[in-house]
């Protein structure tokens, strides 16, 4: 069994956090790693003692679901920081600093650093106090300056910092959210220290508010973090004899040999930290990429981080993907990257890679071919993959293994059958003793490379009609390779449906077949599947098992009876409205048609929608379709405007 996969690596920071790295050729002495094992489980008990005490917050769109941010009392605040006046004062000089704001107040300071130690927590009216001090500046103009400035507070492993800025319309608990998301924000060409990396070495935050006066208000903010600035500063020393070791910098590289470069370092590099993961959960530095170096065991989320910021530092984009949610939490349980060769994304896993030495299953492979990951919901949602498209083919490696078969049973019974378009189905005979398949792939021209591992005996597998595929099955026991089959091979072609056949799409839009033909294929818009569907986009085209179609039609009573039906958009390719289409959609009020081809509406297929609804239509066919859409069972006072 995997390692990722075996010990669930993902142990959130502030919730949620994934595995860990570590480079055993940078390992330290037996003395200073019992010195770093006992810092490392004070800050873990710390944190969980934070975390237990505090209601949290959650904030969903974070890199990772599911971080906590507690929101604590002025009392609360300065307890669990164990935050003096003096500290505190620190952070708003420090803002205002920031800001450029001119403090003239120096002796009152040193005046109270005589009476309140060092030691010394803050009462509430010793923190309300300061906001003389805060008085001096009207605070940052907008979230994005309030989040940079937190994010540099972060990066300086600021415990304490204070954040000011004026009221909005949003509550107080929405600002400070998006001030955190804002400072955890990615961005191609940040500092490789931010972003991900350092949302991924967070251990805990919360935050105090207060009224700022003149509209504006006040946030304490306190952090622990799972490395101290030193160790970040030891870090990036190790990062940069990295990048010269490998010369990463070098312009005679291309991207796909210095992101391999990484990836193999990362592997070569790295012992799973077995141990402290088994008996020892709370252990911080596994988690870190700090551990990964100066230890050489870490878990997931290291391999994860230290990879996301070698790729970082050479300017190649990458992030830190979580999922293979727990089954009764939902909360992610491994992680893994994504990185971008081109113009597209491809998975990477070293933590999974490593224990498969040279085979590189899980290395440059597309959203399809990353087979055993499941992704956290905030990276399947469509701005996400519009930010960060993914390969639609996995990248073919010029180095790949094959499976040594010398010597072993031939593993027989091997079929291969093309299902649909877009499927082929793999099965063959049991083996016994085997505890997983290991299936093969090659096109044509191309070497073989790994699609996917299962403990069946059955596969299906996507490919592109018209392209011949050889496979081979490899039985492995104990990681060791007891039988191997011959290769089978299949020429895949384009299977055009029947007429009138009916095909779903994953967001549940039905389409019915019109005709299919190697030179025109069309289909009419048949009806969705969710009774309390609000809005339905009608497309252009459509992809259908593979096949795309011209949608030509919305069929007769297509969306008839959706009473919650508000907004429907006609694709530019419709040509005909079925009888009922949209009969007794009450509450149905915008209709954007898009087509400029529109040549027939059937009889009462407006009939019942909402009295107040509007059709908008190209202003070139305006005289033309108000004509055509006369007297379909609507009521007169719907309008037909450009």
Partial sequence: MKKGKKYLALLLAAVVATGSLQIT??????????VQKETGEEIGVQMQQLKEESEPLTLPDLSLEGVEAAELTEDEFAAK???SQIQ??????????????????AETGMAEQKTVSVNDTVSVNAVSGTTDLLAETQGYATLEDASAYVCSQMLKRKEIFTVKLAKSKDSSQQNIRNILLGAFAYDENGNPQAGDYLYYHMAYMAWQQQDGGNDTIVYRIGMLYRTTLEEEQYVTGRVAQIITQLDLRSASKTEYEKVRSIYDYVMDAI???TYHYTNMPSYNYMYTTYGALHDGYAVCQAYATLFYRLCAEVGISARVIAGNP???TGKPTHGWNIVRLGDVYYNVDATWDDEFPGYYLFFLRSKNGFFEHTRDKQYETAAFEAAFPMAANNYVLPDQKEINTQGVPVLGGVKAVQTKNDRVSLSWSQVTGADSFYIYRAESGKGYYCIGITTNTAYQNEITPGNTYRYRIYARQNGQTIAGSEEISLKTKTMLPKKGTVCRTKDGYRYKVLFATSKSKKVAFAGVSDKNVKKVMIPKTVKLDGITYQVTEIGANALKGKKKLKTVSVGENVTKIGKNAFAGCSKLVNIVVKS???????????????????????????????????????KKSVKIKK
């Fill in 326 to 328: 727990d089954a009764s």
């Fill in 596 to 634: 400029k081809k529109l040549k027939s509406a059937g009889k009462n297929s407006l009939q019942g929608i909402s009295a107040k609804a509007v059709i908008y239509v190209p202003s070139s066919k305006l005289k033309k379709y108000r004509t055509l859409l006369q007297k379909k069972g609507q």
């Fill in 271 to 273: 012992t799973y930290d």
């Fill in 25 to 34: 050729a940078c390992a330290e002495t037996k003395n200073e790693s019992s």
């Fill in 81 to 83: 920081f164990n935050a």
């Fill in 88 to 105: 505190i004062e620190e952070a708003d000089r420090e803002m205002c600093a920031d800001l450029g704001t001119d403090l003239q107040d």
